[in-house]
């Protein structure tokens, strides 16, 4: 069995993979995340999921597989990353309260010993409820939107921001892993037989 490398340094990410039992090692890609408005959100995480899998699958010699993923927020059409500080972790909270967004995550699977390379993207819709300044606030002084598109975990303290979402829970997270166990089957691995009925 080829060994899974994640190409991400999300701690949620990692923490659903280890959920449904894969072993993976971890090595991070040092591509600069660059949102291009001209693309769609769709293209756009499809593209620098790909990046990033192949910045790592380049300089790996042997056989494995390679998972590169990339998420973002987007409302009304823009497309919003993680804050660069607070006072923009606070514009985009602002933006998102009593309304509905979108959160895109795109997978791209490299298998190294042929460069087979698979590609997906997930969307979910998520509402969030109505917040005052203060609220706001308060939730950023927990440090938790800072590294986090949109601004927001919804794994974390952030869930009570949340009223509903429509579409995959995971993807919000960061990794759908419905996308990313059809991703691993069309290249050969079921992760149900390979992994998870052997634990």
Do not use: W
Request: charged share 25%; net charge positive.
């Amino acid at each position: 069995m080829d060994k899974i490398i994640l190409a991400s340094s999300s701690p949620r990410r990692k923490m659903l993979l280890e959920q449904i039992g894969i072993p993976f090692n971890i090595i991070i890609s040092n591509v600069e995340e660059i949102i291009n408005s001209n693309i769609s959100p769709s293209e756009l995480v499809k593209s620098l999921s790909k990046q990033k899998a192949e910045n790592v699958s380049n300089n790996l010699k042997g056989d494995f597989i390679v998972i590169g993923a990339d998420t973002v927020v987007v409302y009304k059409g823009k497309i919003l990353g993680k804050p660069k500080d607070k006072k923009e972790a606070f514009c985009m909270l602002s933006m998102l309260q009593g309304n509905i967004h979108e959160v895109y995550t795109g997978i791209t699977i490299i298998r190294t010993k042929d460069k087979l390379i698979k590609t997906g993207v997930e969307k979910t819709e998520v509402y969030m409820r109505e917040l005052s300044s203060d609220l706001i606030n308060s939730y950023i002084e927990t440090n938790e939107p800072m590294d986090k598109a949109g601004a927001y975990g919804i794994q974390g303290k952030g869930a009570v921001l949340i009223d509903k979402i429509h579409g995959d829970y995971n993807n919000v997270v960061g990794l759908p892993l419905n996308l990313l166990s059809k991703l691993l089957e069309e290249i050969g691995i079921n992760i149900f037989k390979d992994y998870i009925f052997k634990l």
